[in-house]
């Protein structure tokens, strides 16, 4: 395998043979023989040209392989994990996971950081005095077994080349590559050693696929790696046009995830959990129609038994549990900063994007990978799109460690809104399932 | 300038602004703020999204101002140069440069090595005892003003930008793109401070652009760098569907300049040197009209000048000039090779690749940059496309150190011969002119 004839064969148009992908990823990832600036040059010509699905297959194939895949012979039931490609509000696995779990699934979790507007799944979880996400693989593959869920954070051992391909991708404009996400997203998910994957694919203003037809794409693109290498693989597609729930921000997420499960999440928030989990019991066979399975899960959160998987979960992990049941131990931020209504009407527009943003201007999110987070700021909405809203209303509340922050920060939620004086139709959450 | 902003904006079709292109070629010179895998994505993205008029002409005066641009305010005459994209028995700039310089036009050339089937102009001029192709560029300039002409290397000095991105584009698959490819050439010419350029634009199946269109795209983009960079800029496109000339090999091919400019060289070469040079002419303000400049140039090949001028310029660069008198005294091989026609018919195709590849085998050509080139080495046609044979003629003489060279490569030779039963009609060697 040389480096410069795989570059010269795919600018061209060509298709990549699977030893030669093999060795292309084994040789970068081992730094031998395959260099920084060759594989820049092909993932440029990736970015031009495109991979078919058995080119996606063999090059996820060998990135998932470049690290440690786990096995779970000790687990005899069905391996689900659920992959959300991300948006504002997303406090999805927080629920889910437990919830999953509580119906018997077995949800190994591995998770990212992320550059996102707020932080990733790992650092609202870290929200939680003393809860760790980096447990040794054993120690996670132990608690999976045991308890049917464990969240942690990637490791060096699983898929180190997607590490490495990310950074490069990362300062060379080579993300927004629907064969490279796809393949990422798929090489660290399918070492976690699945019998089945959901996807969330989201689209809109806060997402990483704005359009429709292109998250669409990338869909498709994941199922097709899902069928190249055997694992099952659905995905739904969800709006990401407004936040997700109300709160927006890490400690202040960890708070709706933990009252969903308590029963009292917001009805957006709580329709993508349910609609995932079924999806998910599904894959398992545990129940195969989706609105006994929606059914199924609604009665694990009204029983309880959802909670109490979550408590084990923290526990296990290292949580201070009693933060469950008085979530005022949760860190809280001294500030707060009221987002009043400037005019009265139907609020038409609340931009995702924007408010996600916003947070991050309050701290809730990182600019650069070595940034720290503040976990008690964010932002909750008290308005969502639709409401109607009279002038001076309450429509968010700031919160950071810094008064200074909020004035800009306001300013800045405002520009995301959109009131006007007509009512407005609601917008489908769940647009679409492909599988 | 971040380099990420670039690579994107052109990886989306944008148009890269002045002063970022200035930032970015400055940058990676000198190896501050612009990575090598960064300059090779971009590199992969021009490849597929080209540059405009604008961006080109930017481009590569930013990659002629990263060294020393010569001047010449001692020189009152017009400073006039030819670049050829290279091509199986080009040995043009060897007669070319005496032989312009005796009309009066002066003649700056810088000139490659590559890593051609035979070496490049200096390596040839090389294959005269004593001649240095190494001179400091102040006594270059000198040269160039008192003779009128001199040839040497490319040196450090000279667009060191080049020379840095010829290096990666060579390893990253982005060599064989035009608007690289003018830049690069574009911009070492330029700095030899000229006021006109004619461009020999090879086409065929020697040639760098096997097809017509693509060379016809090349002559176009180099033109319109000049124009772009206020250099006047004429293009001939010629053929190189054979060797040019009977000679290929280092000092064989010398041996075929100086006979040219004897009076005695095949008429195919002198037809491309004499039209080049009268291009040359023409751009000097010298004589307007290409007959008269046919004209005036053949007469100072019959008078001697021509002739005379190489002798100053082999001497005035350390050259044994005693070599012009008998070109015994030029190496020689001890060895040589008949290859012998197979069948009787005419000469369909005698593939200028493949008698390049049997001059390479031979050892007159390079395969890597640190390869010594073996000055005897090569091959002499006795026939070419269209002459009539019978079987067991002579068509070509080899010449190498090695005995065992010689089945092989006369194996080889063989394999781009056709030899048909029909009479065959000329071809055009001058296929066109863009100005």
Redesign the interface.
Known sequence: MQ??DL??NK?NGGTLQPEEIEALIAGYTQGEGV???????L???I??RGMNEDELGHWTRAMLHSGVVLEHPEIAGAKIDKHSTGGVGDKVSLSLAPLVAAAGVYVPMISGRGLGHTGGTLDKLESIPGFRTDLPIERFKAQVAELGCAIIGQTGEIAPADKKLYA?RD????VDCIPLIASSIMSKKLAEGLDGLVLDVKTGRGAFMTELDQARQLAETLIAIGRATGVETVARITAMDQPLGRAVGNALEVVEAIETLRGKGPDDFLDVVLTLSAEMLRLAGVERDHQAALELLQGLIDSGAAFGKLREMVSAQGGDESVLDDLERLPRAKESFDVLAPESGFIHVLDALVVGRTARMLGAGRKAITDAIDPVAGLVLERKRGDGVDKGDRIAILYARDHSLFEPAAHRFLSGLVIGEAPIGEQPLLIDRIA
């Open positions: 480096p410069y570059i010269f600018r260099t920084d600036y060759q594989m820049a040059a993932l440029m010509a970015y031009f490069l300062v060379t404009a080579t």
